[in-house]
Nanobody, 116 residues
Framework: QVQLQESGPGLVKPSQTLSLTCTVT??????????WSWVRQPPNKGLEWIGY???????YYSPALKSRTSISRDTSKNQFTLRVESATPEDTAVYYC????????WGQGTQVTVSS
């Protein structure tokens, strides 16, 4: 059974770095052709795709967030991590980690609020 679990601080101060980790069980993040993404949903808005890291460790980001975003991985722990620098209140959202270019698994989501 594939499970994804987001973890990280629920409150981040403006200008600080937002950092979330996704722990994957039941599927290896290095298995060929899997893509591992971060998606977020701000309050009262639709889903926004942030970026991915794929099975080979290659990353790609939304142009809107590329300048502030990085995704890395720890293959020994089967985890991948999102970092968003210089956070603003507009980064307040529920953040999800997902599997697949056509998403087949989602984490349960974690609320992150950017506020002083």
């Amino acid at each position: 059974q594939v499970q994804l679990q987001e973890s990280g601080p629920g409150l981040v101060k403006p200008s600080q770095t937002l950092s979330l980790t996704c722990t994957v069980t039941g599927s290896s993040i290095t298995t060929d052709y899997y893509y591992w993404s971060w998606v977020r949903q701000p309050p009262n808005k639709g889903l926004e795709w942030i970026g991915y890291i794929n099975f080979a460790g290659i990353t790609y980001y939304s142009p809107a967030l590329k300048s502030r975003t990085s995704i890395s991985r720890d293959t020994s722990k089967n985890q991948f991590t999102l970092r968003v620098e210089s956070a603003t209140p507009e980064d307040t959202a529920v953040y999800y980690c997902t599997r697949g270019r056509l998403i087949d698994y989602w984490g349960q989501g974690t609320q992150v609020t950017v506020s002083s």
